[in-house]
């Protein structure tokens, strides 16, 4: 995979014929005694199983892009290609500019340590320097309406106030390429209409956005356009309400897809 | 080691976050704190200065002093080992959500740790003075040893961090081969006791080389000979190149496993 900085190139992320492929292996030798027994029998039981098929496509920048389909289908695995997080087994991929997963958020909270001392450590392992982050913490507390709990231990915030703090300070982060996973049901509902705003602004200051989400209302309202992923094939790439509509006769015929779409 | 050391450079912010997070979780509610990180090594001698200072009688002048300048190092060595064969494994959910050097986590495990090392200096200068010991100024040397030490801990610590990705049993083990070895270095005796035509043994063992410079600057005042200087760096320099070798051979699959 290339990672390059952000260009005047119109197309930020190309996918071209990727394929990620996982070793589903039966009885993986998780110690050392399974491992020599295995070597002795010289009989290793695996499979593999491709969760995305010979993908192709490109994002244009500063376009959003949302990802549908079932679960299992492969758009988280395809987010995290993107992420970096994964080196595809074949084709080449391509991001320019930096990206920011909110991808589950709050992976990286520690449940000991305060708001403040989260926001240090998260925002290091989203790519920010420390100054930065010193410099956008203010904002971040604000933002996530944390108040005077920003020193005491997020063991002790309830899930909302977990998950506000996490969502800000991933966007604080303020990157060229924004992955979503299936993150905005958060908070209450002034929480979500500021959400959705924050949303909105990065869209009109020309980033790129990717996301996943069940929500169709939502993929039908902030994307430019959609794919649609079925077992790990692109099965549909075009324009909202074309692909969702495709996504709501699948779901409700899973018969009608045609198997034979690769090639 | 050239992309180790980039590495190292590059992600320096959050590794030293990192290692002052592990830190502050180890003392955190805990009513002395970073006190803890002083009066560990102190009580620990004192146990030890017990058993073999007074019941086993060793006929060593000032055997606390002689023993605490190589077991402060040995303890460095093996709590690094034990936070560091966990912390690839430790940190999967972020492995599985972010793009960051791995290298980090072991490296953060270590950096903690020589940060405690450091700390736990202190009450060995003040021991040293209360006994009235002298504080030879061949104290000035110890970085010297110290870059031997760490080197050699980060190369181990990356080995064990990796595999154990692999065979969790390296967990469980380390344990019982860090005491083994313990007994193995001479860390409570002198290297003197073993017996002539059993000492090649001894000598195969690098921690040998890797503490020597410890015991001879702050116990017997003296500077270490070039050679075992040249041997401690040696096993430093070997222990980092096998360890990062390995940890980058297997660091792309280490998502698939954790």
């Given amino acids: ?263 | 080691m050239f992309e180790l050391t980039r590495d190292i450079y590059d992600y320096r912010e959050l590794i030293w976050a990192l290692a002052m997070k592990e830190l502050r979780v180890r003392y955190k509610r805990s009513v002395l704190g970073f006190v803890w990180a002083l009066l560990n090594p102190l009580l620990m001698m004192i146990v030890l200065t017990l058993v073999f200072g007074t019941i086993m009688r060793f006929s060593i002048d000032h055997y606390a002093i002689f023993l605490l300048s190589m077991l402060l190092p040995w303890t460095f060595f093996t709590q690094a080992l034990t936070y560091s064969v966990e912390s690839v494994v430790g940190n999967a959910d972020l492995l599985k959500k972010v793009h960051i050097a791995k290298v980090v986590f072991p490296v953060a495990a270590v950096v903690s740790n020589i940060v405690n090392f450091l700390l736990s200096l202190i009450p060995l200068a003040l021991l040293v003075l209360v006994l009235r010991f002298p504080l030879h100024w061949t104290w000035i040397y110890l970085p010297v040893p110290m870059l031997g030490l760490f080197l050699f801990t980060l190369g181990s610590s990356l080995f064990l961090a990796a595999i154990n990705v692999f065979f969790r049993d390296i967990s469980h083990i380390i344990q019982i081969i860090l005491s083994a070895w313990f007994y193995f270095s001479p860390i409570i005796y002198s290297l003197d006791f073993i017996p002539a035509k059993h000492r090649w043994l001894f000598k195969l063992n690098p921690m040998l080389y890797v503490l020597n410079g410890f015991r001879l600057s702050i116990y017997y005042g003296l500077l270490p000979q070039f050679t075992s200087v040249a041997m401690s760096l040696a096993c430093g320099v070997a222990a980092v190149l096998i360890g990062y070798g390995v940890f980058r051979r297997y660091q792309e699959s280490f998502v698939f496993y954790v």
């Avoid at chain 1, 491709?50 to 395809?78: C, M, P, Q, W, Y």
């Avoid at chain 1, 909270?109 to 920010?128: K, P, S, V, W």
């Avoid at chain 1, 956008?136 to 005077?148: K, M, N, T, V």
């Avoid at chain 1, 106030?161 to 390429?177: G, H, K, N, Q």
Wanted: proline content about 4%; some cysteine.
């Fill in chain 1, 1 to 263: 995979m290339s990672r390059q900085p952000a260009a005047a190139s119109s197309s930020v992320i190309s996918f071209v014929d990727v394929v990620q492929r996982f070793r589903v292996i039966q009885e993986r030798p998780d110690t050392l005694r399974e491992a020599f027994a295995r070597f002795h029998r010289r009989r290793v039981s695996y499979h593999d199983f491709d969760a995305v098929k010979h993908v192709s496509f490109e994002v244009e920048h500063g376009s959003t892009l949302g990802l549908i389909g079932r679960n299992g289908s492969g758009k988280s695995t395809i987010l995290k290609i993107i992420a970096g997080v994964y080196r595809p087994s074949a084709g080449q991929v391509t991001v320019r500019g930096t990206v920011a997963p909110l991808i589950e958020l709050g992976a990286g909270f520690h449940h000991e340590l305060t708001g403040r001392e989260n926001i240090l450590i998260n925002g290091l392992l989203l790519g920010l320097t420390r100054r930065e982050i010193l410099e956008r913490e203010q904002s971040i507390i604000d933002f996530a309406e944390i108040g005077e709990f920003i020193d005491s231990p997020v063991k002790q915030y309830s899930s909302g106030m977990y998950m506000r703090l996490a969502f800000s300070v991933a966007t604080e982060v303020d990157p060229d390429i924004l992955l979503i996973d299936e993150i905005l049901a958060v908070g209450d509902a002034g929480f979500r209409e500021k959400c959705d705003q924050r949303i909105r602004s990065f869209r009109e200051r020309g980033k790129t956005m990717i996301m996943v989400s069940h929500d169709m209302e939502m993929v039908g309202k902030l994307c430019d356009r959609v794919l649609l992923i079925n077992k790990g094939e692109l099965l549909e790439d075009g324009p909202p309400e074309y692909v969702i509509a495709r996504y709501k006769n699948l779901v409700e015929h899973p018969s009608s897809v045609p198997v034979a779409q690769q090639g």
